[in-house]
């Protein structure tokens, strides 16, 4: 407070839709910082920057997938090899998606990405790919004729969501059920509406289908209905003919 009793005038500065007050004005500008070229290059490395990237990477990939049409998601391993029975599984429906008349949204990566990916390229379909920023994986196969790399990964998952209408898992790890679980989450809670999920193999799946039905539904941590939503089979006709019903 001054002498005469009037309050202090506060100091008080607006960047854009952010103010600040007191001590936090600073003394430069936003255009004084991005013209100075003498700084360092910290700032490329800040959340606000930041912000911008995950910005790009959704206009990015709502450019490419605006137009493409019914689509399903395939999930799978990226360590199925090439003689696995679910590789050639995945390649079958690959092609049977396209020959549906779906295109096809995968991770973009190998294994059974790689297969689901393969199917649709060569049945004459659209075969997307939506990769990863990971240290072991060497961005989308090549079937992938639609592909957009991403940075993040809750990014690259609102792509999956938005344009498939359905997703079809292969056997596969960690990502595989990171994917898996979400899908049905927001199936669970009506995020997303007439969502069909299949697991294809009767036996990798089994286990976990088991548990989920023996405690988890047991113990009234899901209901009846969320188990329904997950459909079991080794037919990949079957699988195919299921994501029918998200139309």
Known sequence: MSSTGNPKPRKVKRKGPTFLRDDQVDLSTTDQRLLDTRGDSNWVHTDPWRVLRIQAEFVEGFGALAELGPA????GSARTRTDDPFYDKGVQIGAKLVEAGYAVITGGGPGAMEAANKGA??????????????????????????????????????????????????????????????????????????????????DYWSGLIDWLRGTVLVDG?????????????DDVDEAVALMGTAR
Do not use: C, W
């Open 72 to 75: 399903i998601g395939v999930f």
């Open 221 to 233: 941590k899901i209901s009846e209905a969320d188990l329904d939503a997950l459909k079991l089979t």
């Open 121 to 202: 390229a060569q049945a004459g379909g659209v075969s997307v790919g939506l990769g990863i920023e990971l240290p072991f994986e060497d961005g989308v196969n090549e079937f992938v004729n639609v592909g957009v790399n991403f940075r993040y990964f809750f990014a690259r998952k609102t792509m999956f969501v938005k344009y498939s209408q359905g997703f079809v898992v292969l056997p596969g790890g960690m990502g595989t059920f990171d994917e898996l679980f979400e899908a049905l989450t927001l199936a669970q809670t009506h995020k997303v509406t007439s969502f069909p999920v299949v697991l294809v193999g009767v």
